[in-house]
């Protein structure tokens, strides 16, 4: 053997002799089982790599949203008639929606559809019988129709449910000052505007009958 080829078997041990040494050590981490969390939430991979960019899906309205949202818009626009195209098709897919029958009621009664209306709320206090907001909708719808002793009752109901809330007083005396019952809607207005003095209607109300003109 040729002193060459004796320096090359010594430079191969030694080269074997280092690679299994740290094959066979701990030197580093082996897959699956050496990893150590250095903190509660360490994880190998994921939302540690700065390389990664993570993103939630974006949510979709469901077609009862959209046709909801069509229809508030339209109402803010007074356009009735679209408004009520979209949320008759919000009721073929949900006829039993609270949201959509309240809407839709108040949508017949911005159209003079008093007799719709009335429909509408009943439907809603069948499923939320809590629903101040929908006591005093069909007691103004009632009043339309000179249903007039359940129109009262409602509005009653409405007080009782909120009776912090202005507006159910006003709407009301409005309805005692139709029937000639001048003393009880005074007296319901300035309850209205003590509850909420920037209430213009109930103020002009107020004054009229200071004025003496109710």
Do not use: C, W
């Not at 699956?32 to 190998?44: K, L, P, S, V, Y």
């Amino acid at each position: 053997m040729t002193i060459f080829q004796l320096f090359l078997l010594i430079l191969s041990a030694a080269v074997f002799y280092i690679f299994f040494k740290k094959l066979f050590t701990e030197d580093y981490p082996k897959r699956g089982i050496d990893f150590e969390a250095t903190t509660d939430n360490a994880q190998i991979g994921g939302i540690n790599r700065p390389d990664k960019t993570f993103s939630r899906p974006v949510v979709q309205p469901t077609r009862v949203e959209q046709l909801l949202s069509m229809a508030d818009e339209a109402v803010s626009k007074k356009d009735f008639i679209e408004a009520k195209k979209a949320i008759e098709s919000a009721m073929i897919l949900d006829s039993e929606n609270h949201d959509i029958l309240v809407r839709y009621g108040y949508i017949l009664g911005s159209i003079n559809d008093f007799g719709g209306a009335k429909e509408q709320y009943e439907k809603a206090l069948a499923i939320d019988p809590h629903d101040d907001s929908s006591h005093a909708a069909l007691a103004n719808a009632l009043h339309q129709l000179g249903e007039e002793n359940e129109a009262i009752e409602h509005h009653k109901h409405s007080i009782e449910l909120d009776s912090d809330y202005a507006p159910h007083y006003f709407n009301y005396a409005n309805t005692l000052y139709d029937l000639g019952r001048s003393g009880e809607a005074l007296e319901l207005y300035e309850k209205a505007l003590a509850l909420d003095p920037e209430l213009e209607e109930a103020a002009q109300m107020v004054t009229k009958f200071k004025e003496g003109r109710a």
